[in-house]
C-alpha cells in the first residue's frame, strides 16, 4: 500500500522543516509513502471564506491528484476536515470516475490521527523521540471536533486524547494542563485579517494560557495556529519555540 | 382592529452590521475585554460542571435534537393541535404573519382593554419585533421586569446576551443607571443593594400593572398549556397580579407533549447557566379567573428559515445562551458588535436569514471552531451553517471586491502548480529582502501585530524534489 | 378572533405546509437508557440539589412536622398557610394584590425532584398562586416518599392539566444580572425552606 503525504501550502512554503519531519517519522514507521505534485491546496482557505463556488476546482484538482491512493496523510487537522466533508462533492469529470471524491474523502486522514490509529502507539514509541522539558499541547480546533483527535471539553463523554497519547511516547517531554484545555487560538483563515481585534485578542489569552503555566514549548497539530500563534508571540518578544507534533517526535525540536 | 395611518418604524436601518468595527471598539479596552470573557467563561465553567452531573447528558442532547426535528418536521400539525387545546383551555388565540402584525395584535388587546401600564417578563421576540418602541408610541408605558432587561431599558440600550442582558455592564455603571433613574445614592455598586432597590421599584410596577407579557419557554401541543421559566419569579409575579396577559411566541416554540419538558427544562438551565433547573418553570394551562390570557403565535421570518434546506435546524435552539458563552469570539466582542437581538452563533445564522445584506459580516464573525456545535444542547451544527452563510454571502456578492480578487486569485494560484511554486519563491524572498517594516506594511492587518514566518530559503517541494529524486511527481 | 388574524393563521399555516422538510420520526423512548446509579439516596440528592438551589432543608419526622414548621415560620407577623396543622394569621380573598406585605407562605408539595431540588406545586387558586410569589418567605411540606429521581418520573406522577397552574420551585428568587453576582431575592421569596417529612419507616432502620 502507498500512502500520500499532503503537505498544505504554507507548510510548504513558510515550514518546510516540519513536512520534512513528518515525511521522516513515517519512513521510519514503515510507511511507503509519496508526496505527489499536482495540488498546492485542498480549497479550505477559499471555501471557509465562502468562496466554496470559485474554490470548488481547487478540490476536483486535489481528488485527481490523489484518487489512486489507499491513505492521504494530511499534514493539518482542519486540511484534513475540508476533504473530509467535501471531496465527495466532486463529482466524475474526464477521467476522474464516478466515486473519486466519496474515495478520497473516506481516505483521507491527519498525520497524528494516521500514527494513533493506523500505526499504533507502540510503534510510535519505537521512534525513541527525547525532549527535555514542559510543553503545553494546542490541538487545532477543526482536528479536535471535526476528526475528533481528542475528546473536547464540551462533550460528556469518556475522556481520551489521540496527541497526548503519541506524546507520551517522548521521553522527557512533560505536558502542562492549560486552564482552557481547548479555547480557540483565533487564527481562524481569513478570520485572522477580516476580524484583527478579536483574532490576536484570542491569540494572546492563548499564550497567556501557555506562559502561566511555565510552558517551555508549544506543541500543535496544526502550522496553521502555530503561524498565527509565533508571531504574536515573537512581536512581544515571548521566547516560546512551537512545534507540530511530527517534529517532536523526528527529535527535531528543542525546548526553550 | 384598526390599522394605523402612519407607522413607526420598529426595525434598525438597513445599515449592514459591521461586527469587525465594533468587535476593535470592544478590545480597545483590554482590562474590560479580559473581564467580559472571563465572567462568561466563567458561565461556560458552570454549564460543564452542570452537564458532567449528569450521565446520560450526550443522550439527552440527541433526544433533544430529535424531537424539535420532528416538531419542526410536523409543525402545522402541532400548530393546529396546539390552537385547539390553547382555546379549549379558555385561551385566546392570534398569529401574527411579521412583527409589526405582532405589534399591532398587542396594541390592540392593550387598547381594547384600556391598558396603560404593561409588566413584560423577557422575551427575546417582543425585542425582536420592537414591541417596546411600537407601544411606547402608542402612550403605553412598558416596564421590563427581567433584572438585567430593566438595567438595559433604563438605558435606552439592547441586551446583549439573550440569558444576561447586561452582563456587558460593570456594577458601577449599573449604580450610575440606578441613581439617575431610580434615585438610589450616588456610587452605590454594590449587587446585594442594587437589586434590592430594583426589587422595590418593580414590585411597585407589578402591583400598578393593569397587563403583563411574558414570552414562552416551551408550548406543549399535546395540552394547550405552557411553560415560562425563570430565576427572578418576574414572569410569574406579572401573570398573577395583570387582570391582562399576553405571551407571545415564535411558532418554532411548540414542541408535542408534555413528557418532552423533561427533556427540555433538563437541558435548558444546566446550559444557560449552570442551574439543575431554574428556580421557577411555571406551566401555564388556562387563565386565572377573571383574566384574560391572549396568545400571539409569531412566524416573523420562521417559515422562511424553515423552508431552507441548510439552515432550518437552527429553529431547534431553545435560547440558552450556551453557544454565546462558549464562543470564543462572542466573550471578546461583546453582544452588540451582532448588531441584532440575538448575538453569538446562533444570532449570527439566524440573522442572514432575515437580511443578508445587512448581515452578512457575522456568519464571518467565527473561526469556525465548532465550540458552539459541540455544547449546544438540541445539536444544532452552528459551525456547518456558519459556513454555509459563507457562501451564500459570497454568492449573493455581498462581500468586498479587494477579497473577491485576493480570494479569486489564490485559486487560480493554487490551481497551476508551478505558478505557485514561482509566487512563493518571490514572497519568501520578498519577505528575506525587504526591509522589516516593509514586509509588514505589504503584509498588513496580519503584521500589525503579529511576525511574518521567517522564511525558509527553500520550500518542502524544493527540498523533497532534490531528496527524494525516486519520489512521486 | 378577527377576520385578520383568520387570514393570517391561513398564511402562517399554508407558509409551514409548503416548508416543511423531510419528516423526521419522533424518537421511541425519551427516557435515557444509560441511566447510572449516583450512589447518593434520592432524598441526599434532593437534599444536595435543593441546598445548592439556595434553600434551606429540614427533615422532620411526621409527628414534628408542625413543630419544624413553626421554627421555619417564627417572627411571622402575616402567615398564610395552605398546609394541614398549620394555621394562618389573615384570610385573604380574591385577589393577590393584597399579598404584598406578606410575611409567610406554608404550602404543601405533591412531588420534589431528587435531581434539581425542585418541588412541584399546581392549584387554581390565585390566593395560593400570589403567595408563592409575593410572600417573603416561603415554607413548602414534602413528603420523603413523593420524591423522585428525575424529571422524567415527575412529569409521569403529575397532570400539568388538573390545574390552570403548576409550577416546579427550586430554592428562593434570585439573579445574577449585576456582574454574575448572586442576589437571593429578586423579586420574589427571599427564603425557601423546605420541609422533608421523613417516611415511617428508614430504608435502613
Redesign the interface.
Known sequence: MTAALFVPCYVDQFYPHVAVAALTVLERLGVQVDVPEGAACCGQPSANAGFGRDGHSTIERFVDVYARYERIIVLSGSCAVHVRLHAGEVVAHGGRSDDAGAHVAERTTEFCSYLHDEIGVGLVALLGAKFDGCAAVHIGCHGLRGLGLAKPSELQEQPFDKVRALLGTVRGLELVDLARPDECCGFGGTFSVGEPAVSVKMGRDRLRDFTSHDTQAVVSTDMSCLMHLDGLARRERLRLPMYHVAEVLAGTARAR | ?TRRAVELPVLAPHDPVDHAAAAAAFNADVARTDWHDE?LW??RVKRDRAAAA???WE??RA?AS??K??A?????EY??QF?SNALA?GM??????DAD?HNR?VH?ILDRAGSQRLVKSKSMLTEECGLNPYLEARGIEVID????ER?VQLRREGPSHIV????H???EE?GDTFHEHLGTPAGLSD??A???AA?EH??ER??AADATLTGMNFA?AE?G?FVVCT????A??GM??APIHIASVG?EKII?R??????F??LLARSG?G???????????????GQELHIV?V?NGR??Q??R?EF?TSLKCIRCGACMNTCPVYRRSGGHSYGFTVPGPIGSVLTPGLDLEKYAALPFASTLCGSCTAVCPVKIDLDGQLFRWRQRVVQAGHVSAAKSVAMKSSVRLFNHPRLFRLAGALARRGLRILPRPLARLAARPWARARELPAPPAQSFRAWYRKNRPGGDR | ??A??VS??D???A?????????????ES?R?????E?GLSRLDAFTA?AT??GATVTLAPRKDVPRFVASATEGAITLLSFAAGVTSTMSPHGD??SL?ALDVLVSESSLG?A????VWI?T?D?VL??A???AARVVIVVREEDLVD???Q???RID??S???????????????????L?I?????KALTLVVVRADEPVNP
Open positions: 382592529m465572567a466563567f458561565v449528569v450521565p446520560e443522550a439527552l433526544r430529535a424531537i426535528e420532528h419542526l418536521t410536523h409543525l402545522d400548530l393546529v390552537e383551555n385566546r388565540v392570534h398569529w401574527a404573519r402584525e395584535i390592540g421586569t427581567d433584572l438585567g438595567i444576561l442582558p447586561a452582563i455592564l460593570k456594577k449599573v449587587p446585594t442594587l437589586a434590592g426589587r418593580l414590585r407589578f402591583l406543549v395540552t398549556g430565576n427572578e419569579g418576574n410569574d409575579l398573577v397580579l411558532i408535542p408534555v413528557e418532552d419538558l423533561a427533556v427544562l433538563r447557566t442551574q439543575a433547573v431554574t428556580v421557577y418553570s411555571s406551566h401555564v394551562h388556562g387563565p386565572r379567573s403565535l412566524d417559515t422562511k424553515l423552508a434546506e432550518w | 378572533m378577527s385578520e388574524s393570517a393563521r398564511a402562517i399555516l407558509a409551514v405546509r409548503a416548508a416543511r422538510p423531510p419528516s423526521v420520526a419522533r424518537p425519551l435515557p437508557v444509560h441511566q447510572e449516583s440539589a445548592a438551589a393577590a394584590h404584598s425532584v435531581e434539581n431540588g425542585a399546581a387554581s390565585t398562586r400570589g408563592l410569589f409575593l428525575d424529571l422524567h415527575a412529569y409521569e400539568v392539566r390545574h390552570s397552574f403548576g409550577v416546579f420551585v427550586s430554592g428562593p428568587s434570585k439573579t445574577a444580572d449585576i456582574e454574575q453576582s442576589v431575592g429578586a423579586h420574589g421569596p
